[in-house]
């Protein structure tokens, strides 16, 4: 079945010790997406990718990036966790950047940081 | 940029009766309106979406109609069941990407 798929689900780092989080897909879509959804809170988009073109949201702090290495993989690194930072990471794919098409999310990577 | 309300927070329904969820969009120019159920623990899903041609939409016992004039849409579920248990969230689209509503905590009492 074609999904988007997500690794760890359960990721626990220590303050100030950068984690990397993955997303792969197997739906061949152009967009690929990172959003935090903190509790009780709606999911905020942090950077997405439209092939390899990267678009960083203005409010996304820089303790936060992204690679895309091909179209099927795309990663979140987090240079220096902070408290703040333990949040369910959310990935997400379309096929298209103008918003009339769906997001497709993953499981979610829930990061917890002590 | 597109900024969308969405209200409210939270909503309690008796088992078998109606709810509706309201958002509200500032950019007149959005053309497609999308709403997601995430339940707890889980990830958003896309449940149903209408494009601007349309007034109304429906899906068994889902619905979403939409105003462009007041620059409005509503999810409706009928005949509400145990399992609509979840968080709601509508979307907008805000320069070429979904701009998501507060959320809306739907309960089903029994």
């Known amino acids: 079945d074609a999904m988007v798929i997500q690794n760890p689900r359960y990721q626990v780092t220590q303050f100030g010790k950068p984690v990397t989080l993955s997303c792969s897909q197997t739906l061949n879509h152009n967009v690929m997406y990172w959003y935090q959804q903190k509790s009780s809170q709606a999911p905020k988009l942090l950077f997405h990718?439209?092939?390899?073109?990267?678009?960083n949201e203005a409010d996304t702090p820089d303790n936060f990036q992204s690679r895309r290495p091909n179209t099927s993989f795309c990663f979140l690194d987090i240079r220096s966790p902070g408290l703040g930072d333990a949040a369910m990471y959310l990935c997400?794919?379309?096929?298209?950047?103008?918003?009339?098409?769906?997001?497709?999310f993953g499981p979610g990577t829930r990061l917890t940081v002590t | 940029g597109e900024n969308v309300e969405q209200h409210p927070s939270t909503l309690s329904v008796q088992e078998g009766d109606s709810a509706v969820i309201k958002c509200t969009y500032s950019?007149?120019?959005?053309?497609?309106f999308p709403w997601y159920k995430q339940e707890l623990g889980k990830r958003p899903q896309l449940i149903i979406d209408i494009r601007s041609n349309v007034g109304e939409k429906k899906d068994q016992r889902i619905a979403v109609t939409l105003n462009k004039t007041a620059k409005h849409f509503s999810l409706h579920i009928t005949e509400t069941q145990p399992e609509d248990s979840a968080v709601y969230f509508c979307a907008g689209l805000g320069a070429s990407k979904i701009i998501f509503g507060s959320g809306t905590r739907l309960s089903i009492r029994p």
């Open positions: 950019d007149s120019a959005s053309n497609y």
């Open positions: 990718y439209y092939d390899k073109d990267f678009n």
């Open positions: 997400a794919t379309s096929r298209e950047t103008s918003g009339r098409a769906s997001l497709y």
